[in-house]
């Protein structure tokens, strides 16, 4: 079956930086683009970036741009976010999630990590 | 873009239906058949339910179902149990190579 376990966040201070990892399994990795989508506490779903499947093309939310890097090793199927310039609007429990095999829309996703920034 | 836009709380009885609205723009909601909707359940990942405005996953009952008009995305749930209670948000493509969710409705069964 399909599992995304991502890894990584913490406690972290202004404007220092952070990697997120996302490990793959029970798919084909390289054959799907992912997300990265973050929730803040009480709040909605954000959607942060996306990968295509052969890491090629990367899009990015407006307030990211800048200072995430999404990335992916197909090799290790392992999906990335590099985060840079933090501030305390980044903090939020950070998802990956795999997209469905046509369309931009999620279709899996992980139990996600918590980033809080915080002095 | 702004987030798309959803009533913060619905309720229904057990064995009742409820349907959840979905507002954008002709650019995303009403330019793209790419709008799904999700459940989630509290301190877990949102779980897929309905994508391509009406389409369910596998796994998923008939009970969930999706429509669209003009700008508006529906999700109705039919047959109301207790476990549906939980978290609800739509998504659809945004038009610009971005993702965009709804702020959430709160479905309470009563």
């Known amino acids: 079956q399909v599992q995304l376990v991502e890894s990584g966040g913490g406690v972290v201070q202004p404007g220092r930086s952070l990697r997120l990892s996302c490990a793959a399994s029970g798919f084909t990795f390289s054959s799907f683009a992912m997300h990265w989508v973050r929730q803040a506490p009480g709040k909605g779903p954000e959607w942060v970036a996306l990968i295509a499947y052969d890491g090629i093309n990367k899009y990015y939310v407006d307030s990211v741009k800048g200072r995430f890097t999404i990335s992916r090793d197909n090799s290790k199927d392992t999906l990335y976010l590099q985060m840079n310039s933090l501030t305390s609007d980044d903090t939020a429990v950070y998802y990956c999630?795999?997209?469905?095999?046509?369309?931009?829309?999620?279709?899996?996703w992980g139990q996600g990590t918590l980033v809080t920034v915080s002095s | 873009q702004s987030a798309l836009t959803q009533p913060p709380s619905a309720s229904g009885s057990p064995g009742q239906s409820v349907t959840i609205s979905c507002t954008g723009t002709s650019s995303d909601v009403g330019g793209s058949n790419s709008v799904s909707w999700y459940q989630q359940h509290p301190g877990k990942a949102p779980k897929l339910m309905i994508y391509?405005?009406?389409k369910r996953p596998s796994g998923v009952p008939a009970r969930f179902s999706g429509s669209k008009s003009g700008n508006t995305a529906s999700l109705t749930v039919s047959g109301l149990q207790a476990d549906d209670e939980a978290d609800y948000y739509c998504t659809s493509y945004g038009g610009s190579n971005n993702l965009l969710f709804g702020g959430g409705t709160k479905l309470t069964v009563l």
């Open positions: 391509e405005v009406s």
């Open positions: 999630a795999r997209v469905f095999s046509s369309g931009w829309f999620p279709d899996y």
